[in-house]
């Protein structure tokens, strides 16, 4: 991709595709190459290799009205997967803080779901890789690759439906919340609206629903499940 202008990229969109990206501006200029090899004659875990170098300069001069990531830090209406909403935030009898937490329940859940979560900044290319081998071997949508940040944008802001256009806004909102946010308070906001169960969710009702304990007397084995 040569270097374009950021709000030429953005303008380039159909409505269709930018969804709740309208009302977002930018500055500064996007650029950069990506490279894709598959090979799924190589050994399990060598089939595919995905490499990419950006040049991302862009400025943004105003947040989506309908996705604005700095909502994440405080208390908004959550939709939930299946339908149903409620208030989520400091201070909502359904939150919890991280700091009260033991150590071993949110390292469970990052060493399951994603393991280079310090790391990275919204995007991991090595398990994107890994879960597009694992999808062209089984011939099947069976595993995805996204982090945790991605997973957070995702229900927060989009539809649980897979298609390129959600996508292309679940890139660029993770892009914008790992700019806005810190890891603390995004790990914080996914552990205390992600679904663990039928219509269960965040980790109080998590931990009540299946072990009648509250989140901070989760032992290691509880949260490892």
Known sequence: LATT?????LASLPAELRGPLD???LTGTFGGHAHLAIDLAAPDGDGVDLRADLANGCTVTAEPPAAD???????TDQIFADGS??????????WYELRR??????????????GRFYDH???DLTQIAKSLEIDLRDRRIARGGSTIS?????NSFLTQRRSLDRKLQEAVLTWRLEQ??????????????IELGPHVFGLRAAATHWFDVSPRELTIRQAAF
């Open 5 to 9: 202008p950021c709000a030429k990229l």
């Open 150 to 154: 991605q997973q957070l944008i995702k």
């Open 85 to 94: 909403h409620g208030k989520v935030g400091k201070g909502e009898p359904t």
């Open 69 to 75: 990531v700095r909502a994440l830090a405080g208390t």
């Open 101 to 114: 937490l033991p150590a071993w329940v949110p390292g469970a859940f990052v060493s399951a779901e994603d």
């Open 23 to 25: 009302g977002k501006t």
């Open 180 to 193: 806005r946010l810190d890891k603390h308070t995004i790990l914080e906001r996914y552990l205390n609206i």
């Open 121 to 123: 900044h919204g995007f």
